[in-house]
């Protein structure tokens, strides 16, 4: 395979280049997206952001630990938090 010099090329071709690399990438994202939401081990649910007094912007998430809390993330106006969560084995 022989490496082009693309800065050759015209500039609409030039762009249009950078345009498809971004769709492959943005399909790349997807289609790792899918697998994951198709994983048959998990379940998945939604947690709504919550209701803001006045002047509020968000509420901060943290994950509390036996001596620790630790940020997760920032909930805002009309977030939704989507999570995957193992499903437990069934006993037979």
């Not at 947690?47 to 920032?74: H, I, T």
Request: hydrophobic share 30%; glycine share 8%.
């Amino acid at each position: 395979m022989r490496d082009h010099d693309e800065t050759k090329l015209p500039k609409w071709a030039q762009d249009r280049m950078t345009e498809l690399r971004r769709e492959v990438e943005r399909r790349d994202g997807l289609q790792k997206l899918h697998y994951i939401l198709c994983e048959p081990e998990r379940e998945w649910f939604t947690f709504p952001g919550p209701s803001f007094g006045s002047g509020e912007e968000y509420r901060k998430l943290f994950l509390l630990n036996r001596d620790s809390a630790a940020f997760v993330c920032g909930l805002g106006p009309g977030d939704l938090l989507f999570v995957g969560r193992a499903k437990k084995e069934t006993p037979q």
